[in-house]
């Protein structure tokens, strides 16, 4: 799958730069998210577990093109959010 990134305009780096997310975080979100759902306007929210074990929120839009995603920010799940994403969790689980 290919990943294309929302572009700050004034620095021109990825946006999920300004939250200290890396490209690699979104990719492992991405490829193995815990939950996949349908975002505002078009867009979809991928949650779920970095390799390293940070919890993101990932918000994106699919390309027309196949395997093409545009990512438009991430960040990082805290608080009731994550507390809520983890109880859905294991209720899925059993």
Avoid: W
Avoid at 18 to 25: I, L
Avoid at 43 to 50: D, E, H, K, P
């Amino acid at each position: 799958m290919e990943i294309r990134f929302n572009l700050d305009p004034e620095t021109q780096q990825p946006h999920i730069y300004e939250h200290g997310v890396t490209e690699e975080e979104v990719a492992q979100v991405l490829n193995r998210p815990g939950e996949d759902r349908l975002g505002s306007e078009g867009s979809r929210v991928a949650v779920g577990q970095t390799l390293a074990g940070r919890y993101l929120r990932v918000i994106y839009a699919r390309d027309p093109a196949p395997d093409i995603v545009f990512v438009i920010t991430a960040y990082d799940l805290t608080g009731k959010p994550l507390k809520a994403y983890r109880r859905r969790r294991r209720r899925k689980r059993t």
